[in-house]
């Protein structure tokens, strides 16, 4: 560096290329200041040392924003004497070594000695430039204070650049917190609000920070000023809105939207600003634990939108524009993000409803098991009422098997907010009646849906806004279950929602819509869609058991029940397990619901029947009773036992052993040939190449030594191996040569322990399956 030692000093400090930034206003300072003319401009040379204010922006160079770093200080007081002058001059001059840290409010060392004994404040520096040599390879940049410069030496002109910018962005920024700060008049705090906002915008700087510096600059103004007009929220709003475009907003001002949501709902503001806000975080979001405001802002804005006058139908619209127009939503966040916010919504309202109880238990309290019923004596109980039970009417209908006795009239806790009807059974009974004497017991809210598993009726009389919130947020899960694509995550994001027992209750309050849901999810042809209706957990309750006649949610008489085990029958690969775990958990309704008429759940018992899935006789005789007592069970028991008659005699009367049907054979030949004779011996039964399909497995499957099965070249499917994997054990031999089988069906072979030669050439097989097939075989 060449400074002469005559004027060199003045020269640096008078002659600067721009004025003193403490007498410019902050409003457009960023306007002329970023737009200097290139390096290589000759104009702006200063002898050998040239200054500039800002790199050229159109270069399109980007730098992260310094936080701290090593770097060369070398500090020059202004000389106002000869002798000053000559100990300011190049040869007293030396450089030291400091590691620099950007703070909010100054530029301070981790060796506060030498140059940087005292921190350097930004308010006390009046300018900063660049300077570069024509004839030395220096880079440095220049910090004008009162009374001197302070110089920076960078190891190369990229490093320089970016701590330029870097102290300039905290300068400015330390600047625009102070003024903001302490505002005077909104109108021209609502220019240096622009001001702060164009800043960030054109700031060559690439961090995060960058953006949410000034948003945390004005949350912090709008909560320490609360009695701003209408008009000024929204003039706020709309000024920070191109920050808000590629970033979120921060805890503080997510209060601030929120509020405004709440006060101002038809506001534009909530249309043209804060929609592409919330859809930004719908798609990018990826945990509302760690920011539980931006759920509740988007939980905000949704009710705004329902209040505007076509209500949920901007609301199917919005939802419509997170999936898109196409049949395949392309942001994977999405869907589990409206989820999150419509389940926390739901959730909120049923603890608001809980807590409000005088002296009821919280749900905290509830989860930890902290609730201590001999020290809680609400105010106003809930008394259990206990009608005389009603003279049933004389009729000539068949009654109910024994061990299917009518329940008493169930009991009524009623109260001005709730109307509770509890089925009693021993269980219920025992628990509700402890220590008083003759019923005297006075449970609480939280008692009567805690005590009883079954409950027939549930209606609770919610506040106004309450109530809108909910059918607000269950008709979204109701509009989420529409879209094909978004239902396999849906059911999956769902399916662990019952396991908490004050979570079930949540969902009594908005039933019919999540009915619609559950119903969805039932009528789906997908496994990985309608499987989601059963527990996640052995032990645990989902949607299976809650809409079960005497579940929780069942409101129908086991409609959408009987509907759910179809398809799960349907497309079970283990139907014997299946049969198995129904017969132990749900066979009571599964008989009533057979006693009623439904056609499914007679066959569910005629096929228990036939699978000897139920080992006790008495049960046996109670299946046997159930289904003669209707004309659809009537009608299916005699054929069970024309079947098993015929299946009787088959094995009785033998046949060959040996069979190949001729090519172009369908179904119907194979059937009518093995009903026109004994086959009760046939090992080996060759179907390549005729037209069979899995609809010849009800024929297969009565042959019960068939040990060797060819089906090469036909159209038996996984239907078809799935039941032969049930019935044929003793199958050791299987050629599925040129069969449209897949995985699906490929992998209910691994129970069959028999088979000890499989030909899977030309199948839809993949390797991951063939792999998990020689596993388990």
Not at 145 to 162: E, I, K
Not at 601 to 618: A, G, H, S, T
Request: proline fraction near 7%; glycine fraction near 4%; charged fraction near 20%.
């Amino acid at each position: 560096m060449d400074f002469n030692g005559s004027g060199g000093g003045n020269e640096l400090h008078n002659n600067q290329f721009y004025p003193s930034e403490e007498s410019k206003p902050l409003l457009g300072e960023m306007s002329a200041q970023q737009l200097p003319p290139p390096e290589g401009n000759n104009n702006h040379k200063a002898g050998p040392c040239s200054k500039r204010s800002l790199l050229h922006c159109s270069s399109g160079m980007r730098y992260k924003l310094l936080q701290e770093g090593d770097i060369q200080v070398c500090v020059v007081k202004h000389p106002r004497t000869f002798l000053s002058k000559l100990l300011t001059s190049k040869f007293l001059r030396r450089w030291e070594p400091h590691h620099l840290t950007l703070t909010d409010s100054s530029l301070m060392s981790a060796t506060p000695t030498g140059y940087m004994e005292a921190p350097l404040s930004y308010s006390t520096i009046e300018d900063l430039q660049l300077l570069s040599w024509d004839n030395a390879p220096k880079y440095c940049v220049q910090l004008s204070f009162p009374g001197g410069t302070v110089l920076l030496q960078a190891a190369n002109s990229y490093l320089r650049d970016q701590w330029f910018h870097s102290i300039q962005w905290k300068k400015k920024i330390y600047k625009y917190r102070k003024v903001l700060n302490n505002p005077s008049r909104w109108d021209v705090v609502l220019k240096e609000i622009r001001a702060l906002v164009d800043m960030a915008l054109t700031s060559p700087l690439q961090d995060e920070s960058i953006h949410q510096a000034p948003l945390h600059i004005i949350s912090t103004l709008l909560a320490e000023n609360t009695n701003l007009s209408a008009q000024d929220h929204e003039n706020i709003i709309v000024a920070i809105a191109p920050l808000l475009e590629n970033n979120h907003p921060p805890p503080d001002l997510c209060e601030f939207f929120c509020k405004h949501c709440r006060e101002r709902p038809r506001s534009m503001v909530v249309i043209e600003v804060f929609t592409p806000v919330v859809q930004r975080i719908l798609k990018h979001n990826m945990d509302f634990g760690k920011c539980p405001r931006l759920r509740l802002f988007t939980q905000e804005y949704i009710l705004a939108l329902n209040e505007l006058n076509a209500g949920m139908e901007v609301v199917k619209k919005f939802i419509h524009s997170m999936h898109g127009p196409t049949g395949q939503c392309p942001h994977p966040r999405v869907l589990p993000n409206l989820v999150a916010v419509c389940l926390a919504a739901i959730y909120s309202c049923y603890e608001e409803f809980i807590n409000s109880r005088d002296n009821s238990p919280s749900l905290k309290e509830i989860r930890n098991g902290c609730q201590q019923q001999s020290e809680r004596k609400p105010p106003m109980p809930l008394r259990l009422l206990r009608p005389e039970p009603p003279t049933p009417p004389q009729t000539t209908t068949l009654s109910p098997p024994p061990a299917l006795p009518l329940s008493p009239p169930p009991s009524i806790v009623n109260s001005s907010e709730i109307l509770v009807e509890l089925e009693r059974n021993n269980n219920t009974t025992n628990t509700l009646r402890k220590a008083p004497a003759e019923g005297d017991s006075e449970p609480n809210l939280i008692d009567c849906l805690l005590v009883s598993p079954a409950l027939n009726a549930l209606s609770i009389q919610l506040p106004a806004h309450a109530d809108r919130v909910l059918g607000c947020f269950a008709l979204i899960l109701k509009m989420l279950s529409d879209y094909d694509d978004w239902r396999p995550a849906l059911a999956s994001l769902l399916q662990p929602i019952p396991f908490p027992k004050e979570s079930v209750f949540c969902f009594v309050f908005c039933n019919r819509e999540l009915k619609y849901v559950i119903q969805r999810f039932a009528e789906d042809p997908r496994q990985e869609v309608h499987s989601c209706l059963l527990s996640v957990r052995s032990g645990k309750d989902g949607w299976f058991q809650l809409y079960s006649p005497g579940g929780v949610a069942c409101d129908d008489d086991g409609e959408l029940f009987a509907s759910m085990v179809h398809i799960l029958m349907g497309s079970c690969y283990k139907t014997k397990k299946f049969l198995l775990s129904l017969a132990e958990n749900k066979l009571g309704p599964c008989m009533l619901l057979a006693l009623r008429g439904n056609q499914t759940m007679v066959e569910i018992l005629c096929l228990m029947l036939e699978y000897n899935i139920i080992e006790n006789k008495d049960t046996q005789l109670q299946i046997i009773s159930t289904l003669e007592s209707t004309q659809v069970g009537l009608r299916m028991y005699e054929q069970l036992c024309d079947r098993q008659r015929e299946l009787k005699e088959l094995q009785r009367k033998g046949g060959p052993t040996r069979l190949t049907l001729p090519s172009k054979s369908t179904d119907a030949d194979l059937a009518r040939l093995l009903s026109s004779g004994s086959f009760g011996n046939l090992e080996n039964l060759s179907l390549a190449f005729t037209n069979v399909t899995s609809a010849c497995a009800e024929q297969l499957i009565k042959l019960p030594s068939l040990k060797q099965l060819n089906l090469w070249s036909t159209q038996f499917g996984d239907a078809g191996l799935r039941l032969l994997s049930e019935h044929l054990a003793c199958l050791q031999v299987l050629n599925l040569c040129e069969t449209p089988v897949t995985d699906a069906g490929l992998l209910s072979l691994s129970s069959m322990k028999s088979l000890c030669s499989l030909n899977m050439n030309s199948t839809k097989l993949t390797a991951d399956t063939y792999e998990d097939l020689k596993v388990r075989t």
